[in-house]
């Protein structure tokens, strides 16, 4: 075996590894010994670039796509979800760990790519609608999204949309112009209207879902990320949602929001500053979106009347 053999090469398949001057005892013994770890099979990868995919879920996914390359699709294009953790994308339902998705131009002989873990779609792939990350072949981030759009639901396609544009991994007028070069594919007209919601200002997939549900429940647009300033012109709050009209702010709270005591504890003062500033202030989980949507909307619907009963006159005495 030659020196650096492990240091020249991250994965492969059992013959790029004999190819690299591993003999195949020594193969086996590596694997033994935990210094190669198994990806799919024969393919092995080094156990150091295993646990730097164990941190990093972009590279952990890319080596998935990269141990199927090997095996079976070196002309095949990782896309649609696949492509979408390459590029960290916000996704609504992410397919099972390991699952890869790969797309070839049509006509492209199917060969043994019907096994478990490997989805395949067919579909023309122009040059500029691929790029390469982590050294493979994969959508770009517009046409990532346009196939999501195309081939999930108005909410998919507005979680990943959102999330490109908030990462500035794509623009609207780099999106618009794959929907274009796909006008007339198989929920092309669905795709336009996902893409003509999303905003880049939406932060997180909860947002992102409450707004679709906001439309959905037929309540007005709110804005989005509003500096709320108090009257004595000192800053209050960065809003989630805010309908100034009603002076109400909804807050969508994740799993995460809260890393402690501290945080908690910094919230609750946060919304008593801004009811102190006549604000109505409305949370609401994941759970309670996707379990009870009427429920949040009735909530908001409430505070707008709140809103606009304090804002009535009083009656005039009789």
């Known amino acids: 075996m030659r020196p650096d053999a492990l240091s020249k090469i991250d994965i492969g398949t059992t013959a790029t590894w004999r190819a690299a001057g591993l003999t195949k005892a020594r193969l086996t013994s590596l694997v033994q010994a935990g210094e190669l770890v198994r990806v799919r099979h024969g393919v092995y990868a080094t156990a150091s670039i295993i646990a730097r995919g164990e941190t990093d879920q972009r590279l952990g996914h890319a080596l998935q796509v990269a141990a199927v390359w090997a095996t079976q699709a070196q002309e095949g294009v990782a896309s649609h979800h696949s492509a979408a953790q390459m590029f960290g994308l916000g996704l609504l339902h992410k397919p099972v760990d390991g699952t890869v998705t790969l797309t070839f131009p049509p006509g492209t002989r199917k060969g043994p790519y019907a096994r478990t873990g490997v989805i395949r779609h067919a579909a023309e792939l122009p040059d500029e609608h691929v790029t390469r990350l982590y050294g493979l072949r994969v959508t770009t981030a517009a046409r990532t999204v346009a196939d999501i759009a195309r081939a999930g639901t108005f909410m998919e396609g507005v979680v990943v949309a959102d ?81 100034q009209t009603y002076l109400t702010i909804a807050e969508a709270d994740g799993l995460l929001k809260y890393a402690s005591g501290a945080d908690a504890i910094a919230e609750l003062k946060r919304d008593r500053l801004l009811r102190a500033e006549g604000y109505e202030v409305i949370h609401f989980t994941w759970q309670e979106l996707f379990s009870d949507a009427a429920g949040v909307a009735a909530r908001i619907r409430a505070s707008f009347d709140r809103a606009i009963r304090l804002a009535a006159p009083p009656p005039r005495p009789a």
């Open 163 to 243: 999330s490109a544009l908030h990462e500035r991994h794509t623009s609207s007028t780099e999106l618009r112009r794959v929907l274009t070069r796909c006008e007339g594919w198989p929920g092309a007209g669905q795709a336009k209207h996902a893409l003509e919601f999303a905003s880049a200002l939406a932060e997180s997939v909860l947002e992102s879902c409450a707004r679709v549900m906001f439309r959905e429940q037929g309540l007005p647009a709110p804005a989005l990320q509003v500096n709320i300033i108090g009257r004595s012109g000192h800053f209050i709050a960065r809003t989630d949602f805010c309908w």
